[in-house]
Structure formats: structure tokens, C-alpha cells
């Protein structure tokens, strides 16, 4: 993070710290001010899914492996079937369900990595109120945080149970 803040000042010459540049802090909203956002908002975002690729590639490679050794996989392959054709048909498919497991807890897992980005980054969001929340004993305030932290991960659940049963669809309801 301190290394893309540092490019971003000196290479760039961009205002770190803030999430519009002075001229558009209180302006009402515009296509200007949406793409002077856009402008600064692209580090923490690089930082947030920096963080969060790292597990989710070994989890998709520790299964992927783990799929590929697999007699199915093995029997395609002796049949005869082009590699690419054996890894995206077969192993793939059947490595991509532990992942989309995985990206169901990632909601409150990117919120927590934004409470630290925007200590970091000194950015205006969230991250700092709930902790100075915390350490003020604002039991209101670090309560809701935590009620949404729930709230999105109970809905990244739902959202990964739907995107499984789209990926795979033995997982499907029977209609019966």
C-alpha cells in the first residue's frame, strides 16, 4: 500500500489521502467528480484485491491439483482428449467448487481489509470511525459494524450458494 501511495504522489502527482482532489471535496456530484474518484480510488482497490488473491489462487491450485490426479481426469486423457479440453471440461469444473465457497466469506474479510487500507492510506471511510468507535467504547456504533459484517457475510453465503448451483448443476434444487 505505501509503495503504490509513494508511485502515486511522485510518479503520478496525484493527492494521496483524500478520495477527491481539493477542487471536488464539496462539490455536489458529477461525471467530473466520478472521474476524479476514479482517479484516486484504484490504489486501496489494487491493495484489497492484492490481499485477497494470494489465498484464493492457492485454494484454486491446491484443488486444481488435487482434481487432476483423479481417475476421471486420467480417463479422459487416455481416451484421447486434448489436454485443454481435459483441464477446462473435467478438472476445472469440478476444482471450481471449494473456490466459490471461499469468495462467499470474502465480503466482510475485503470490509475488515478496509478498516486497515484506509488507516494506512489516511482515507475518509469507514475503517477509521469504527475504530475510533472501538477504542471510545462506542458500543452503538461498533455493534452495527459488526451487524453489517454479518449481514454481508450471510449474503456473500447466499450469493456463493447461487453461483455454485449456476457453476455445477448437481447442486440444483430437484424439481420434483
Do not use: C
Not at 467528480?33 to 491446491?62: C, E, N, Q, Y
Not at 469444473?93 to 473456490?99: G, M, T, V, Y
Amino acid at each position: 500500500a505505501l509503495v503504490l501511495l509513494i508511485f502515486s504522489a511522485t510518479v503520478l502527482g496525484q493527492e494521496v489521502g483524500t478520495l477527491f482532489s481539493r477542487e471536488y471535496q464539496n462539490e455536489p456530484m458529477s461525471l467530473a467528480k466520478m472521474v476524479d474518484f476514479a482517479k484516486h480510488i484504484w490504489i486501496p482497490i489494487v491493495v484489497l484485491i492484492a490481499g485477497g488473491t494470494a489465498s484464493l489462487t492457492r485454494i484454486m491450485r491446491a484443488n486444481l491439483l488435487d482434481v487432476l490426479g483423479q481417475q476421471y481426469v486420467q480417463t479422459a486423457r487416455a481416451k484421447g482428449l486434448h489436454e485443454r479440453r481435459v483441464i477446462w471440461r473435467h478438472a476445472v469444473r469440478n476444482a471450481l467448487h471449494p473456490l466459490v465457497m471461499a469468495l462467499g466469506t470474502t465480503l466482510p474479510t475485503l470490509i475488515s481489509g478496509e478498516v486497515v487500507i484506509s488507516i494506512v492510506l489516511n482515507l475518509p471511510t469507514t475503517g477509521p470511525l469504527y475504530i475510533r468507535a472501538l477504542i471510545q467504547k462506542d458500543m452503538y456504533l461498533g455493534v452495527t459494524f459488526l451487524l453489517m459484517l454479518s449481514i454481508l457475510l450471510i449474503v456473500g453465503n447466499l450469493l456463493a450458494d447461487l453461483l455454485l448451483a449456476w457453476v455445477d448443476p448437481r447442486v440444483r434444487l430437484d424439481e420434483s
